[in-house]
Protein backbone atom coordinates (compact mmCIF):
# COMPACT_ATOMS: atom_id res chain seq x y z
CA UNK A 1 0.00 0.00 0.00
CA UNK A 2 1.54 3.28 -0.95
CA UNK A 3 1.25 5.86 2.04
CA UNK A 4 2.98 8.96 0.90
CA UNK A 5 0.55 11.64 -1.15
CA UNK A 6 1.87 14.49 -2.58
CA UNK A 7 3.21 16.00 -0.06
CA UNK A 8 3.41 14.56 3.69
CA UNK A 9 2.61 16.58 6.42
CA UNK A 10 5.38 16.03 9.24
CA UNK A 11 4.35 19.00 11.51
CA UNK A 12 3.79 16.80 14.40
CA UNK A 13 6.79 14.76 13.64
CA UNK A 14 8.96 17.61 14.24
CA UNK A 15 6.31 19.75 16.59
CA UNK A 16 4.58 17.10 18.53
CA UNK A 17 2.03 18.61 21.05
CA UNK A 18 2.69 15.06 23.09
CA UNK A 19 5.58 12.53 23.42
CA UNK A 20 5.51 8.82 24.73
CA UNK A 21 9.16 6.87 25.58
CA UNK A 22 8.51 2.97 25.38
CA UNK A 23 10.33 1.53 27.39
CA UNK A 24 11.94 4.26 29.62
CA UNK A 25 15.20 3.74 31.41
CA UNK A 26 18.35 5.55 32.40
CA UNK A 27 19.88 4.72 29.01
CA UNK A 28 17.62 6.61 26.94
CA UNK A 29 17.33 9.26 29.70
CA UNK A 30 19.46 11.68 26.94
CA UNK A 31 16.05 11.97 25.35
CA UNK A 32 14.68 13.24 28.32
CA UNK A 33 17.21 15.76 28.96
CA UNK A 34 17.01 16.82 25.87
CA UNK A 35 13.37 17.63 25.91
CA UNK A 36 14.10 18.83 29.80
CA UNK A 37 16.63 21.80 27.83
CA UNK A 38 14.29 22.76 24.69
CA UNK A 39 11.66 23.34 27.49
CA UNK A 40 8.86 21.21 25.80
CA UNK A 41 5.50 20.90 28.07
CA UNK A 42 6.41 18.13 30.44
CA UNK A 43 2.81 17.08 30.73
CA UNK A 44 2.45 16.07 27.86
CA UNK A 45 5.66 13.86 28.07
CA UNK A 46 5.00 10.34 28.97
CA UNK A 47 6.82 7.16 30.09
CA UNK A 48 6.24 4.00 30.36
CA UNK A 49 8.97 1.45 32.25
CA UNK A 50 8.10 -1.69 34.01
CA UNK A 51 10.77 -1.19 35.99
CA UNK A 52 11.35 2.53 37.24
CA UNK A 53 9.14 4.27 39.14
CA UNK A 54 10.12 7.75 38.09
CA UNK A 55 13.48 8.82 35.80
CA UNK A 56 14.79 12.03 36.40
CA UNK A 57 12.06 13.23 38.67
CA UNK A 58 9.18 11.91 36.11
CA UNK A 59 6.56 9.73 36.94
CA UNK A 60 6.37 6.42 34.49
CA UNK A 61 3.73 4.27 33.65
CA UNK A 62 3.78 0.41 34.09
CA UNK A 63 1.78 -0.17 30.89
CA UNK A 64 0.41 1.32 28.10
CA UNK A 65 -2.82 0.96 28.84
CA UNK A 66 -1.93 3.53 31.90
CA UNK A 67 -1.11 6.18 29.62
CA UNK A 68 -4.16 8.77 30.28
CA UNK A 69 -4.30 9.73 26.31
CA UNK A 70 -5.55 7.99 23.76
CA UNK A 71 -3.79 9.89 20.42
CA UNK A 72 0.33 10.16 20.95
CA UNK A 73 2.08 12.70 18.54
CA UNK A 74 5.12 10.84 18.26
CA UNK A 75 6.08 7.80 20.25
CA UNK A 76 10.08 6.60 20.98
CA UNK A 77 10.03 3.31 20.85
CA UNK A 78 13.05 1.58 22.45
CA UNK A 79 13.14 -1.83 22.72
CA UNK A 80 15.06 -5.15 22.55
CA UNK A 81 15.23 -6.23 18.92
CA UNK A 82 13.53 -9.79 19.78
CA UNK A 83 10.31 -7.78 21.15
CA UNK A 84 10.52 -4.68 18.41
CA UNK A 85 7.13 -6.17 16.42
CA UNK A 86 5.35 -7.56 19.17
CA UNK A 87 5.82 -4.20 21.44
CA UNK A 88 4.59 -2.11 18.39
CA UNK A 89 1.84 -4.45 17.52
CA UNK A 90 0.58 -3.83 21.26
CA UNK A 91 1.31 -0.15 21.22
CA UNK A 92 -0.85 0.06 18.32
CA UNK A 93 -3.48 -2.14 19.54
CA UNK A 94 -3.70 0.34 22.60
CA UNK A 95 -3.10 3.76 21.12
CA UNK A 96 -3.89 5.56 17.66
CA UNK A 97 0.11 6.65 16.98
CA UNK A 98 0.75 9.40 14.56
CA UNK A 99 4.22 9.06 14.10
CA UNK A 100 7.26 6.71 15.78
CA UNK A 101 10.93 6.94 15.90
CA UNK A 102 12.51 3.67 15.99
CA UNK A 103 15.67 3.83 18.00
CA UNK A 104 16.05 0.49 18.31
CA UNK A 105 19.38 -0.90 16.36
CA UNK A 106 20.46 -4.20 15.09
CA UNK A 107 18.01 -5.13 12.61
CA UNK A 108 18.93 -4.24 8.85
CA UNK A 109 21.87 -3.20 9.37
CA UNK A 110 23.01 -5.96 11.25
CA UNK A 111 21.93 -9.63 9.63
CA UNK A 112 19.58 -11.34 8.35
CA UNK A 113 17.01 -11.91 10.79
CA UNK A 114 17.67 -8.00 11.32
CA UNK A 115 16.10 -7.92 7.64
CA UNK A 116 12.96 -10.12 8.52
CA UNK A 117 12.24 -7.70 11.04
CA UNK A 118 12.43 -4.93 9.10
CA UNK A 119 9.80 -6.05 6.56
CA UNK A 120 7.35 -7.43 9.31
CA UNK A 121 7.48 -3.94 10.76
CA UNK A 122 7.37 -2.54 7.11
CA UNK A 123 4.07 -4.62 6.58
CA UNK A 124 2.35 -3.29 10.18
CA UNK A 125 3.17 0.10 9.19
CA UNK A 126 0.96 -0.60 5.62
CA UNK A 127 -1.36 -1.88 7.80
CA UNK A 128 -1.82 1.21 9.98
CA UNK A 129 -1.75 4.24 7.06
CA UNK A 130 -2.20 7.08 9.33
CA UNK A 131 0.81 5.85 11.26
CA UNK A 132 4.32 7.03 9.95
CA UNK A 133 7.83 5.94 10.86
CA UNK A 134 11.51 7.16 10.84
CA UNK A 135 13.78 4.16 11.19
CA UNK A 136 15.12 1.94 13.25
CA UNK A 137 18.56 2.55 14.22
CA UNK A 138 18.21 5.98 14.24
CA UNK A 139 18.99 9.18 16.98
CA UNK A 140 15.73 10.69 16.31
CA UNK A 141 14.64 14.41 15.69
CA UNK A 142 15.40 18.14 16.61
CA UNK A 143 13.66 20.99 16.20
CA UNK A 144 14.00 24.43 18.75
CA UNK A 145 10.12 25.57 17.99
CA UNK A 146 8.91 22.16 18.67
CA UNK A 147 10.97 22.14 21.88
CA UNK A 148 12.41 18.69 21.22
CA UNK A 149 15.94 17.38 20.50
CA UNK A 150 17.62 14.16 21.63
CA UNK A 151 21.00 16.13 23.13
CA UNK A 152 20.59 18.72 25.83
CA UNK A 153 23.50 20.20 24.20
CA UNK A 154 21.90 21.29 20.61
CA UNK A 155 21.07 24.84 20.61
CA UNK A 156 17.71 26.43 22.15
CA UNK A 157 17.67 29.23 19.22
CA UNK A 158 15.76 28.50 15.37
CA UNK A 159 17.27 28.75 12.40
CA UNK A 160 17.31 28.25 8.58
CA UNK A 161 18.98 25.18 7.78
CA UNK A 162 17.43 21.35 7.71
CA UNK A 163 19.08 18.22 8.11
CA UNK A 164 18.28 14.81 6.71
CA UNK A 165 21.36 12.36 8.09
CA UNK A 166 21.53 8.42 7.87
CA UNK A 167 23.64 8.43 10.37
CA UNK A 168 22.81 9.75 13.99
CA UNK A 169 26.46 10.45 15.10
CA UNK A 170 26.75 12.62 12.07
CA UNK A 171 24.03 14.51 12.71
CA UNK A 172 24.41 15.16 15.90
CA UNK A 173 28.20 16.36 15.05
CA UNK A 174 27.09 18.93 12.42
CA UNK A 175 24.67 20.35 14.90
CA UNK A 176 27.34 20.59 17.79
CA UNK A 177 30.42 21.57 15.63
CA UNK A 178 28.44 24.00 13.45
CA UNK A 179 26.80 25.98 15.83
CA UNK A 180 30.15 26.06 17.98
CA UNK A 181 31.85 26.76 15.09
CA UNK A 182 30.51 29.46 13.07
CA UNK A 183 26.98 30.12 15.09
CA UNK A 184 24.84 28.07 12.88
CA UNK A 185 21.01 27.26 14.00
CA UNK A 186 18.64 25.04 12.53
CA UNK A 187 15.20 24.31 11.48
CA UNK A 188 14.75 20.88 11.79
CA UNK A 189 16.54 17.77 12.13
CA UNK A 190 15.88 14.27 11.68
CA UNK A 191 18.51 11.28 12.50
CA UNK A 192 16.86 8.79 9.76
CA UNK A 193 17.94 5.50 10.03
CA UNK A 194 17.73 2.54 8.09
CA UNK A 195 14.24 4.13 5.88
CA UNK A 196 11.91 1.53 6.54
CA UNK A 197 9.14 3.70 6.22
CA UNK A 198 9.51 7.60 5.63
CA UNK A 199 12.25 8.08 2.78
CA UNK A 200 14.39 11.10 2.50
CA UNK A 201 12.97 12.02 -0.87
CA UNK A 202 9.12 13.03 1.82
CA UNK A 203 11.69 14.72 3.77
CA UNK A 204 12.83 16.75 0.71
CA UNK A 205 9.45 17.68 -0.42
CA UNK A 206 8.57 18.81 2.98
CA UNK A 207 11.66 20.88 3.33
CA UNK A 208 10.98 22.12 -0.08
CA UNK A 209 8.14 24.08 1.15
CA UNK A 210 8.83 24.32 4.82
CA UNK A 211 8.46 28.79 5.26
CA UNK A 212 11.35 27.71 8.26
CA UNK A 213 13.83 26.40 6.26
CA UNK A 214 16.38 27.79 3.35
CA UNK A 215 18.66 25.27 2.89
CA UNK A 216 18.52 21.23 3.52
CA UNK A 217 21.54 19.10 3.85
CA UNK A 218 21.56 15.39 3.50
CA UNK A 219 23.92 12.59 4.45
CA UNK A 220 22.63 9.72 2.51
CA UNK A 221 24.22 6.07 2.30
CA UNK A 222 21.72 4.36 0.02
CA UNK A 223 18.35 3.72 -0.98
CA UNK A 224 16.08 0.97 1.01
CA UNK A 225 16.27 -2.83 0.37
CA UNK A 226 12.75 -2.32 0.98
CA UNK A 227 11.88 0.08 -1.61
CA UNK A 228 12.64 -0.56 -5.15
CA UNK A 229 11.11 2.43 -6.75
CA UNK A 230 12.65 5.07 -4.52
CA UNK A 231 15.55 6.30 -6.40
CA UNK A 232 13.06 7.16 -9.45
CA UNK A 233 11.08 9.39 -6.71
CA UNK A 234 14.47 10.72 -5.23
CA UNK A 235 15.75 11.64 -8.52
CA UNK A 236 12.51 13.57 -9.62
CA UNK A 237 12.47 15.25 -6.05
CA UNK A 238 16.37 16.34 -6.23
CA UNK A 239 15.21 18.00 -10.01
CA UNK A 240 12.17 19.14 -8.26
CA UNK A 241 13.92 21.34 -5.09
CA UNK A 242 13.94 25.50 -4.95
CA UNK A 243 16.18 25.65 -2.34
CA UNK A 244 19.82 24.87 -1.88
CA UNK A 245 20.30 21.23 -1.29
CA UNK A 246 23.97 20.61 -0.06
CA UNK A 247 24.18 16.36 -0.76
CA UNK A 248 27.06 14.24 0.84
CA UNK A 249 27.34 10.67 0.49
CA UNK A 250 28.90 8.10 2.55
CA UNK A 251 30.03 5.06 0.24
CA UNK A 252 31.61 6.42 -2.52
CA UNK A 253 34.45 3.69 -2.11
CA UNK A 254 33.89 0.39 -3.41
CA UNK A 255 35.24 -0.44 0.81
CA UNK A 256 32.43 2.42 1.86
CA UNK A 257 29.86 0.63 0.15
CA UNK A 258 30.80 -2.56 2.33
CA UNK A 259 30.64 -0.34 5.34
CA UNK A 260 27.43 1.15 4.64
CA UNK A 261 25.94 -2.36 4.42
CA UNK A 262 26.41 -2.79 8.16
CA UNK A 263 25.57 0.78 9.31
CA UNK A 264 22.27 1.21 8.26
CA UNK A 265 21.53 -2.01 5.27
CA UNK A 266 21.12 0.70 2.34
CA UNK A 267 21.83 -0.14 -1.51
CA UNK A 268 24.63 2.11 -1.88
CA UNK A 269 24.15 3.53 -5.89
CA UNK A 270 27.25 3.44 -8.60
CA UNK A 271 29.30 6.43 -8.93
CA UNK A 272 28.38 6.90 -12.44
CA UNK A 273 24.67 6.96 -11.28
CA UNK A 274 25.42 10.16 -8.87
CA UNK A 275 27.20 11.98 -11.33
CA UNK A 276 24.99 11.64 -13.82
CA UNK A 277 21.95 12.48 -11.04
CA UNK A 278 24.36 15.67 -9.69
CA UNK A 279 24.56 16.96 -13.71
CA UNK A 280 20.58 17.29 -13.88
CA UNK A 281 19.63 18.94 -11.11
CA UNK A 282 20.44 21.34 -8.74
CA UNK A 283 21.85 19.66 -5.72
CA UNK A 284 25.08 20.72 -4.93
CA UNK A 285 27.51 17.83 -4.42
CA UNK A 286 30.00 17.54 -0.94
CA UNK A 287 32.74 15.84 -0.65
CA UNK A 288 32.69 12.92 2.16
CA UNK A 289 33.89 15.40 4.73
CA UNK A 290 31.72 16.77 7.26
CA UNK A 291 34.23 19.94 8.03
CA UNK A 292 33.11 20.82 4.87
CA UNK A 293 29.50 20.45 4.61
CA UNK A 294 29.02 22.65 7.58
CA UNK A 295 32.04 25.37 5.71
CA UNK A 296 29.27 24.86 3.20
CA UNK A 297 26.05 25.64 5.17
CA UNK A 298 27.52 28.57 6.79
CA UNK A 299 28.03 30.28 3.42
CA UNK A 300 25.08 29.18 2.17
CA UNK A 301 22.69 30.45 5.55
CA UNK A 302 24.85 33.71 5.75
CA UNK A 303 24.25 34.71 2.18
CA UNK A 304 20.78 34.03 2.14
CA UNK A 305 20.04 35.42 5.51
CA UNK A 306 21.35 38.76 4.31
CA UNK A 307 19.17 38.97 1.02
CA UNK A 308 16.10 38.16 3.53
CA UNK A 309 16.92 41.33 5.95
CA UNK A 310 16.72 43.37 2.99
CA UNK A 311 13.34 41.60 1.43
CA UNK A 312 15.15 40.81 -1.63
CA UNK A 313 15.71 38.08 -4.09
CA UNK A 314 18.48 35.89 -3.40
CA UNK A 315 21.45 37.10 -5.73
CA UNK A 316 24.82 34.28 -6.42
CA UNK A 317 28.09 34.82 -7.58
CA UNK A 318 28.18 34.83 -11.56
CA UNK A 319 31.93 35.19 -12.03
CA UNK A 320 35.03 34.04 -9.90
CA UNK A 321 37.07 37.13 -9.70
CA UNK A 322 39.09 37.46 -6.19
CA UNK A 323 40.67 40.35 -4.35
CA UNK A 324 42.90 39.37 -1.46
CA UNK A 325 43.87 42.06 0.96
CA UNK A 326 46.69 41.08 3.59
CA UNK A 327 49.97 42.39 5.00
CA UNK A 328 52.58 39.65 4.10
CA UNK A 329 54.34 39.40 0.25
CA UNK A 330 54.53 35.30 1.55
CA UNK A 331 51.05 34.75 2.23
CA UNK A 332 49.97 36.63 -0.52
CA UNK A 333 51.87 34.69 -3.01
CA UNK A 334 50.73 31.85 -1.42
CA UNK A 335 46.85 32.85 -1.58
CA UNK A 336 47.55 33.88 -5.18
CA UNK A 337 48.82 29.79 -6.15
CA UNK A 338 46.10 28.45 -3.69
CA UNK A 339 43.07 30.28 -5.07
CA UNK A 340 44.60 29.86 -8.58
CA UNK A 341 44.57 25.56 -8.45
CA UNK A 342 41.17 26.03 -7.33
CA UNK A 343 39.97 27.90 -10.30
CA UNK A 344 39.34 31.16 -9.34
CA UNK A 345 40.52 34.28 -10.57
CA UNK A 346 42.95 37.25 -9.34
CA UNK A 347 42.79 39.94 -11.75
CA UNK A 348 46.00 41.82 -11.91
CA UNK A 349 45.38 45.22 -11.02
CA UNK A 350 47.07 47.26 -13.93
CA UNK A 351 46.18 50.88 -16.06
CA UNK A 352 43.78 53.05 -14.42
CA UNK A 353 42.66 51.29 -11.73
CA UNK A 354 46.35 50.57 -10.23
CA UNK A 355 46.57 54.55 -11.24
CA UNK A 356 43.91 55.32 -9.21
CA UNK A 357 44.89 52.71 -6.23
CA UNK A 358 48.34 54.39 -6.40
CA UNK A 359 46.72 57.96 -6.01
CA UNK A 360 44.64 57.22 -2.64
CA UNK A 361 48.17 55.32 -1.50
CA UNK A 362 51.43 55.80 -2.95
CA UNK A 363 52.93 52.35 -1.95
CA UNK A 364 56.48 51.52 -0.57
CA UNK A 365 56.35 48.79 0.84
CA UNK A 366 54.09 45.62 -0.57
CA UNK A 367 52.08 45.35 -3.35
CA UNK A 368 48.47 47.25 -4.97
CA UNK A 369 48.30 44.86 -7.99
CA UNK A 370 46.51 41.74 -6.42
CA UNK A 371 46.75 40.24 -3.46
CA UNK A 372 46.68 44.18 -1.79
CA UNK A 373 50.37 43.70 0.28
CA UNK A 374 49.68 46.28 2.85
CA UNK A 375 51.36 46.58 6.02
CA UNK A 376 51.40 49.29 8.72
CA UNK A 377 48.46 50.99 7.02
CA UNK A 378 46.00 48.81 8.89
CA UNK A 379 44.35 51.98 11.32
CA UNK A 380 44.57 54.16 8.89
CA UNK A 381 41.59 55.66 6.85
CA UNK A 382 43.85 55.01 3.89
CA UNK A 383 43.45 51.46 4.34
CA UNK A 384 39.46 51.68 3.88
CA UNK A 385 39.71 53.96 0.84
CA UNK A 386 42.19 51.63 -1.32
CA UNK A 387 40.33 48.58 -0.46
CA UNK A 388 37.29 50.21 -1.47
CA UNK A 389 38.79 51.91 -4.61
CA UNK A 390 39.82 48.17 -5.40
CA UNK A 391 36.37 46.42 -4.54
CA UNK A 392 33.82 47.19 -8.00
CA UNK A 393 31.76 45.04 -9.74
CA UNK A 394 34.67 43.01 -11.26
CA UNK A 395 35.93 41.54 -8.02
CA UNK A 396 33.15 38.75 -6.76
CA UNK A 397 34.45 37.39 -3.72
CA UNK A 398 36.88 39.91 -1.33
CA UNK A 399 38.95 37.98 1.25
CA UNK A 400 40.62 39.70 3.85
CA UNK A 401 43.67 38.00 5.71
CA UNK A 402 44.04 38.85 9.40
CA UNK A 403 45.50 37.75 13.03
CA UNK A 404 44.02 38.02 16.39
CA UNK A 405 44.75 41.48 18.50
CA UNK A 406 45.96 41.25 22.06
CA UNK A 407 43.68 44.40 23.59
CA UNK A 408 40.87 44.67 21.73
CA UNK A 409 39.93 47.88 23.66
CA UNK A 410 43.04 49.85 21.91
CA UNK A 411 42.24 52.67 19.97
CA UNK A 412 44.56 51.15 17.00
CA UNK A 413 42.18 47.81 17.22
CA UNK A 414 39.32 49.55 16.94
CA UNK A 415 40.42 52.17 13.66
CA UNK A 416 40.92 48.56 12.21
CA UNK A 417 37.80 46.92 13.48
CA UNK A 418 35.85 50.23 11.83
CA UNK A 419 38.00 49.65 8.27
CA UNK A 420 36.54 46.27 8.46
CA UNK A 421 33.48 47.08 9.02
CA UNK A 422 33.60 49.58 5.98
CA UNK A 423 34.85 47.46 4.06
CA UNK A 424 32.24 44.72 4.51
CA UNK A 425 29.37 47.66 4.26
CA UNK A 426 31.13 48.35 0.86
CA UNK A 427 31.25 44.78 -0.31
CA UNK A 428 27.98 43.82 0.37
CA UNK A 429 26.43 46.90 -1.56
CA UNK A 430 27.54 45.55 -4.62
CA UNK A 431 26.25 42.13 -3.71
CA UNK A 432 29.62 40.27 -3.25
CA UNK A 433 31.10 37.70 -0.92
CA UNK A 434 33.16 39.10 1.85
CA UNK A 435 34.97 36.82 4.31
CA UNK A 436 37.62 37.72 6.78
CA UNK A 437 40.98 34.66 7.19
CA UNK A 438 41.66 34.12 10.87
CA UNK A 439 43.87 31.44 10.87
CA UNK A 440 43.50 28.67 13.90
CA UNK A 441 45.49 28.67 16.91
CA UNK A 442 45.15 27.87 20.76
CA UNK A 443 44.63 31.84 21.74
CA UNK A 444 42.32 33.41 24.04
CA UNK A 445 43.27 36.72 22.01
CA UNK A 446 42.03 34.73 18.74
CA UNK A 447 39.26 33.63 20.56
CA UNK A 448 37.74 36.59 21.62
CA UNK A 449 38.11 38.38 18.54
CA UNK A 450 36.58 35.43 16.35
CA UNK A 451 34.19 35.73 18.71
CA UNK A 452 33.41 39.43 18.38
CA UNK A 453 33.79 38.93 14.54
CA UNK A 454 31.09 35.99 14.68
CA UNK A 455 28.94 37.76 16.43
CA UNK A 456 29.02 41.07 14.53
CA UNK A 457 28.26 38.77 11.15
CA UNK A 458 31.40 38.31 9.59
CA UNK A 459 31.91 35.45 7.48
CA UNK A 460 35.06 34.18 9.11
CA UNK A 461 36.86 30.53 7.55
CA UNK A 462 40.16 29.61 9.41
CA UNK A 463 42.07 29.01 6.06
CA UNK A 464 41.73 30.73 2.17
CA UNK A 465 41.56 27.14 0.97
CA UNK A 466 38.15 26.29 3.16
CA UNK A 467 37.06 30.14 2.16
CA UNK A 468 37.39 29.45 -1.48
CA UNK A 469 35.70 26.17 -1.64
CA UNK A 470 32.60 27.06 0.17
CA UNK A 471 32.46 30.44 -2.42
CA UNK A 472 32.29 28.01 -5.26
CA UNK A 473 29.81 26.15 -4.11
CA UNK A 474 28.00 29.44 -3.84
CA UNK A 475 28.52 30.19 -7.49
CA UNK A 476 28.22 26.31 -8.53
CA UNK A 477 24.81 26.54 -7.08
CA UNK A 478 24.30 30.06 -8.87
CA UNK A 479 25.03 28.81 -12.01
CA UNK A 480 23.29 25.75 -11.91
CA UNK A 481 20.28 27.40 -11.14
CA UNK A 482 20.34 29.74 -14.41
CA UNK A 483 20.59 26.86 -16.38
CA UNK A 484 18.27 24.91 -14.88
CA UNK A 485 15.39 27.29 -14.48
Not at 62 to 83: A, N
Not at 85 to 104: D, P
Not at 105 to 117: N, Q, S, V
Not at 264 to 283: E, R, V
Request: net charge positive.
Amino acid sequence: MEKRNEVMSFERLFKPKNVLIYKADMKVSFFIEGFLRQGFNLENLYLVSSKEDKLLGMKCYKSIEDVPIDTIDLLILSVRRDILVTSLIEILSKKKINFIHIFTAGTGEFDEEGTKIEGRIKKILEDNPNTRSIGPNCMGLYCPQGKIAYYSSFPLESGDIALIFQSGDLHSKAIKFGSRRYNLRFSKGVSIGNCIDIQISELLEYFNKDMETDIVSVYFEGLSVLYKNEGKILLKVLKSMKKPVLFMRGGKTERGQKAVLTHTGSLATKDSIWKAIFNQTPIIEVPPSLDELIDYMYIFSKHIQRFKALDRIVKYPTNKNALVILWSGGFGILATDILTELGLNLPLFEGTKLKKLNEIYPIKIGSLANPLDVPWIVSSDIYLRVSKAAIDDDIDFVIIVTDAWKDLEEERFKNYYNNLVGIKAHTESLDKIFVIILPYYPSESRKKFHAKLINDGFLVYPSIERAAKSFLKLYEYGKKRNIIV
